[in-house]
């Protein structure tokens, strides 16, 4: 089965700190996925990436940057976070080329800041 | 524009079927997917259908998939209380090589 590790379920951040959410999967995947789900408005993609040392920006990426400078490994960042960063995030990985394989999701790291 | 849509809310009885309904926009979808998120926890696959098919069964689940009108259903026989959780929709998006979600219906389960 394919694992998706998140490595934080809850995280408590102040505003302005810099915060890293990281993911890790153990199937060999390709690209590798940052959302964050908030009531009413669903799943919105933050960054995502089809191989190492490479990013592509989603629907919503100001404020927020990545890395992956591993395959198996895709970290989100917050430079400065602020309240309205507040919310859940979740990672998800798929294999083969562009988007087309199913995504599988990790349990989520759900993020306050106060 | 890229869309996929979902009613909010659906409440069922326990034993009665559920019937989880979803439109999209983009006639080039090759796959589209069901995912089921429980409480506190990810999303996780539930199914998914090619395009070229216009029926797939797996247990208690049936998709449904009518091209021309760009609806999918998922149908639950039997709804169980663990079934209670949202739901999500989801195509592949051709056009802008991700994968675009619905905001999910949330399942209820009443005795």
């Known amino acids: 089965d394919v694992k998706v590790t998140q490595s934080s379920r809850y995280l408590v951040k102040r505003t302005g700190e810099k915060v890293f959410l990281e993911c890790v999967q153990d199937?060999?995947?390709?690209?590798m996925f940052w959302y964050r789900q908030d009531p009413g408005l669903g799943l919105r993609l933050i960054y995502f990436s089809y191989d190492v040392k490479m990013k592509e920006k989603g629907d919503i990426p100001e404020g927020y940057s990545v890395s992956r400078e591993k395959k198996e490994r895709f970290s989100l960042i917050l430079e400065s976070a602020s309240t309205n960063q507040t919310s859940m995030y979740l990672c998800a990985s798929s294999s083969g080329q562009g988007s087309n394989q199913p995504q599988h999701f990790g349990d989520g790291t759900r993020l306050s800041i106060l | 524009g890229e869309d996929v849509e979902q009613s909010l809310f659906l409440s069922v009885r326990e034993g009665d079927s559920s019937v989880i309904n979803c439109t999209y926009t983009d006639s080039s979808s090759t796959y589209l997917y069901w995912y089921k998120q429980e409480p506190g926890a990810g999303l996780q696959l539930l199914t998914y259908?090619?395009?070229?098919?216009d029926m797939k069964q797996d247990q208690r689940l049936t998709v449904l998939l009518n091209k021309k009108d760009k609806h999918l259903s998922l149908r639950i026989a039997d709804t169980q209380t663990g079934d209670s959780a949202i739901y999500f929709c989801a195509e592949n998006h051709s056009s802008a090589s991700k994968i675009i979600f619905g905001s999910g219906t949330r399942l209820s389960i009443r005795p």
């Open positions: 199937m060999d995947h390709e690209n």
């Open positions: 259908i090619f395009s070229n098919m």
